[in-house]
């Protein structure tokens, strides 16, 4: 069982950052919602419990984590801002994304065209595909890490982490994609047959394999440019 913060919020970390809320508790940190105070902008501020501090496995993970994530300069990812040590821990604070959280459009039972779930597809498609060429590690996909942007593309806190990546780690990404993008597809809207078959490839339900990340690309532009054409 994860631990509950022990913080009293509203407080402040380093004279900078006041936190506001929990957003996120996790086996080795807790993620708050901040303001840092000197710029008046809103962030996200993941901090070690003080436990984990003290184990250097843990802590090597968490810079390791946070170096990689500052190498990845990428427009679609949450980018991470500075690294500091306070209160006998250590601390990131990170971009914090606004757009509206793919988790609460499940909830409330939302649901996105063919165009906008190709789109999102083909953007992990593309950030996966990275990821293996570097043989870079990353977090399961995960709806309340993927927002929708007013400019109607997604969004995401940032996947990569330290580590090995796996074999066949991008399939299995895409597959759990797939899982979860699939009931909100409009079931009215144009292209959507084409789409679901491209899902079921995804998650090999009516092949002896499924469909390859690189082939998976190409497929998902072939339909992209198919929808243009249609407009």
Request: glycine share 4%; hydrophobic share 45%.
């Amino acid at each position: 069982m994860i631990p509950k913060a022990a913080r009293s919020l509203p407080c402040m970390i380093a004279d900078q950052y006041i936190l506001s809320s929990v957003l996120e508790e996790k086996e080795d940190s807790v993620v708050y919602e901040a303001t840092q105070k000197d710029l008046q902008r809103e962030v996200l501020l993941e901090s070690l419990r003080v436990d984990a501090a003290g184990d250097e496995d843990k802590v090597r993970f968490f810079f390791e984590t946070c170096r990689l994530q500052a190498r990845i300069r990428h427009s679609a990812l949450a980018a991470p801002l500075e690294v500091l040590e306070a209160e006998n821990t250590w601390h990131v604070a990170r971009e914090r994304i606004h757009g509206e959280p793919l988790d609460a459009m499940v909830n409330a039972g939302r649901t996105l065209s063919a165009e906008m779930v190709c789109g999102l597809l083909q953007q992990l498609c593309y950030m996966h595909l990275y990821f293996d060429m570097e043989h870079i590690a990353s977090i399961p996909f995960s709806p309340e890490h993927t927002y929708l942007m007013d400019f109607g593309g997604f969004r995401f806190d940032h996947m990569a982490v330290a580590g090995v990546r796996r074999s066949g780690e991008t399939q299995r990404q895409l597959s759990a994609v797939a899982d979860v993008v699939e009931p909100l597809l409009d079931r009215q809207s144009v292209f959507t047959h084409t789409l679901l078959q491209i899902m079921d490839q995804i998650r090999n339900t009516r092949a002896w394999s499924p469909i390859s990340p690189a082939v998976l690309d190409e497929e998902l532009i072939r339909l992209q440019m198919e929808m243009i054409h249609r407009k």
